[in-house]
């Protein structure tokens, strides 16, 4: 079966690239799981920080405070915006891992199967090969065998 070395070669190239794209794509998940983590710990932040300043304005509150809280609120919203986009784009690159993915593993698959079919071939053709042999020793030994009826000689 040395026909086969040169697939199983390709084979192994196949899952050594596709192995590199699962790699690939657990990284990718977990950039998104660890944005999508940030992204909701800032919101959360950002709600913690509105009530608490809001019940402080209830109370009093300066004008030039009022200001500061503005602005940082302004800045805190403009930072949740850009984490929402990296989650976002985190998750396009998810997307895109899992294509490479399933793309490495049809050709896995495919190599799997011509090297199946590669096998079978060759089991058939042994197979051929063992009828033929079987048919050819009984065309022989019933040439050689005495016809029925007729005396042996010894």
Same mark, same amino acid.
């Given at each position: 079966m040395t026909e086969?070395?040169?697939?199983?070669?390709?084979?192994a190239q196949a899952e050594q690239e596709r192995d590199a794209a699962?790699?690939?794509?657990?990284?990718?998940?977990?950039?998104?799981?660890?944005?999508?983590?940030?992204?909701?710990?800032?919101?959360?932040?950002?709600?913690?920080?509105?009530?608490?300043w809001n019940e402080q304005f209830r109370q009093s509150g300066a004008i030039e405070v009022l200001h500061c809280y503005q602005g940082f609120m302004q800045r805190l919203s403009a930072a949740v915006e850009q984490q929402a986009r990296a989650t976002q784009q985190a998750a396009v690159q998810v997307e895109r891992a899992q294509v490479v993915v399933r793309e490495h593993?049809?050709?896995?698959?495919?190599?799997?199967? #011509?090297?199946?079919? &590669?096998? !079978? /071939?060759?089991?058939?053709?042994?197979? @051929? #090969?063992?009828?033929? &042999?079987? !048919? /050819?020793?009984?065309?022989?030994?019933? @040439?050689?065998?005495?016809?029925?009826?007729?005396?042996?000689?010894?």
């Open positions: 086969l070395k040169p697939l199983m070669t390709l084979l699962l790699a690939r794509h657990r990284g990718a998940q977990a950039t998104h799981d660890a944005a999508t983590r940030q992204a909701e710990q800032l919101l959360v932040y950002r709600r913690d920080y509105e009530q608490r593993e049809l050709r896995v698959a495919s190599v799997r199967k #011509l090297i199946e079919r &590669r096998v !079978d /071939e060759h089991r058939r053709l042994g197979e @051929r #090969l063992d009828q033929k &042999r079987s !048919d /050819e020793f009984a065309m022989r030994a019933s @040439r050689n065998r005495p016809a029925f009826g007729q005396p042996t000689t010894y």
